[in-house]
């Protein structure tokens, strides 16, 4: 069982940043691919990025490639989201999210591929 808790969201004008935390509990945290997702006002969860489980490998959207970082922190049960040139289409609750990571190259890019979400942060980026 993992828990996982996001903090960082906040309100910041257009090309503003901001950094998400996100907090795992449970020693298998290197054993887990994470990956943040988002979620506008009826609109569906999206994938936004993900990190394999030794950081070694990332993959992102379209529309964040270029703005956006994921990394992690194993000794200390943590993933970011670095977002920078923030815009108002950016708006959302950003959920991280967790699956166990068999390796082999692959990307987990599907919100049913995660197993363990937490609970959201709001961003919003006014114009």
């Known amino acids: 069982q993992v828990q996982l808790v996001e903090s960082g969201g906040g309100l910041v004008q257009a090309g503003g940043s901001l950094r998400l935390s996100c907090a795992a509990s449970g020693r298998t945290f290197s054993s887990y691919a994470m990956g943040w997702f988002r979620q506008a006002p009826g609109k569906e969860r999206e994938f936004v990025a993900t990190?394999?489980?030794?950081?070694?490998?990332?993959y992102y959207a379209d529309s964040v490639r270029g703005r956006f970082t994921i990394s992690r922190d194993n000794a200390n049960y943590t993933v970011y989201l670095r977002m920078n040139s923030l815009k108002p289409e950016d708006t959302a609750l950003y959920y991280c999210?967790?699956?166990?990571?068999?390796?082999?190259?692959?990307?987990?890019?599907?919100?049913?591929?995660?197993?363990?979400w937490g609970q959201g942060t709001q961003v919003t980026v006014s114009s």
């Open positions: 999210a967790a699956t166990v990571d068999y390796g082999g190259g692959y990307y987990y890019l599907g919100r049913g591929e995660y197993v363990y």
């Open positions: 990190i394999s489980r030794s950081g070694d490998r990332t």
